[in-house]
């Protein structure tokens, strides 16, 4: 599939499109990202968002990180209802030509370059797999590939990689953690959160 070959090839798929078969980014990102009927299938996550305040700001600078545009990215969080808990957005400009998206080294340098990361140790990323949801920089990221993440972990960063439930564990771990629901991270990374007494 055209789609998935170019998903591996370039990270991302409209990457593919554009090279070889003249897509305007910006046409295709209005005709079909923010063009997808999201409001009835992204709700606000009440749950998701206790978790994500309950990261300790002094400690953590919330940052995202998507291959999306930024029309697309700013929609998703939105409609998740977290859209104010973040300090910033590095997202793949479809307006710059050719433009870098993970797991790109380039791309990786620019997040690190937007969020004022000093060093890639404080770097924390947590890749979700299949849809992209949120994430956060410590300086915690939100992802979607085993690809990315394993970009990530070679980089320097603290990758953990959250697997959807109904998918089988990948044969090689993409990160240092694996994890199945994104509220594991109080029991990974307790001196992040406010209350670390409700780790488990």
């Not at 070959?5 to 593919?16: E, H, P, R, V």
């Not at 600078?61 to 697309?72: C, E, R, S």
Request: charged share 30%.
């Amino acid at each position: 599939m055209l789609h998935m070959k170019y998903y591996q090839d370039f990270g991302l798929a409209i990457s593919g499109l554009v090279r070889h078969h003249k897509v305007d980014p910006l046409e295709y990102n209005r005709e079909v990202d923010d063009a997808l009927p999201l409001d009835g299938l992204i709700t606000p996550d009440p749950e998701l968002r206790r978790l994500l305040e309950d990261i300790d700001k002094s400690k953590v600078k919330m940052w995202l990180f998507t291959n999306a545009h930024i029309t697309h990215g700013k929609r998703v969080v939105k409609l998740l209802g977290i859209e104010d808990l973040f300090e910033g957005i590095t997202f793949c400009d479809y307006r710059k030509l050719p433009f870098i998206c993970k797991p790109h080294r380039e791309m990786f340098e620019k997040a690190e370059a937007e969020a004022g990361v000093r060093s890639v140790e404080d770097c924390y990323f947590v890749g979700k797999c299949r849809r992209s949801l949120s994430c956060n920089f410590l300086t915690f990221l939100a992802d979607d590939s085993h690809l990315n993440c394993r970009h990530a972990q070679a980089r320097g960063w603290t990758t953990a990689h959250l697997l959807e439930p109904d998918l089988p564990e990948p044969a090689a771990r993409a990160g240092k953690y694996q994890i199945r629901d994104l509220a594991c991270l109080r029991n990974i990374f307790p001196q992040f959160f406010t209350d670390p007494s409700l780790a488990s």
